[in-house]
Nanobody, 126 residues
Framework: QVQLVESGGGLVQAGGSLRLSCAAA????????MGWFRQAPGKEREFVAA????????FYTDSVKGRFIISRDNAKNTVYLQMNALKPEDTAVYYC???????????????????WGQGTQVTVSS
C-alpha cells in the first residue's frame, strides 16, 4: 500500500502561482508512474498531468499546457505540480495518484491509478 499525502493548496488571486507536493510514504514510489487529477464542485474528476517513473515523459491536459509543470524527485519520494498563471477555472480539489508500476499508458484515466491521496483544495479568486 502506497500512502500519498498532498500539500501546498490554498487561496490565490488569478495570475498567481502555487506549488503542490505529493509525498509518498513508500520507497517503491520511485518505480511508479504518477498523476495529478482535480475535481471542481459539481463536476467530474478530470486529468491534469502525469509523469513517468523516470521523469523523462510528462503529459498535460490542454487547459493547463504552458502554465503547469509536473516534476518529481525520486530521492525524496515526492512529485510536484507547479501551477502558474492560475485562473478561477482552476479552482478544485487536486488529487495525487500513483500506479503500482512504471506503466503509464492511459495516463489520463483515473481508473488506471491504484493509489490516491486525500486531496488539497486550490481556490483561485478573480
Amino acid at each position: 500500500q502506497v500512502q500519498l499525502v498532498e500539500s501546498g493548496g490554498g487561496l490565490v488571486q488569478a495570475g498567481g502561482s502555487l506549488r503542490l507536493s505529493c509525498a509518498a510514504a513508500d520507497r517503491t514510489f520511485s518505480r511508479s508512474a504518477m498523476g495529478w487529477f482535480r475535481q471542481a464542485p459539481g463536476k467530474e474528476r478530470e486529468f491534469v498531468a502525469a509523469i513517468s517513473w523516470s521523469g523523462r515523459s510528462t503529459f498535460y491536459t490542454d487547459s493547463v499546457k504552458g502554465r503547469f509543470i509536473i516534476s518529481r524527485d525520486n530521492a525524496k519520494n515526492t512529485v510536484y505540480l507547479q501551477m502558474n498563471a492560475l485562473k478561477p477555472e482552476d479552482t478544485a480539489v487536486y488529487y495525487c495518484a500513483a500506479r503500482r508500476d512504471i506503466d503509464y499508458t492511459d495516463y489520463d484515466v483515473g481508473a488506471r491509478y491504484d493509489y490516491w491521496g486525500q486531496g488539497t483544495q486550490v481556490t483561485v479568486s478573480s
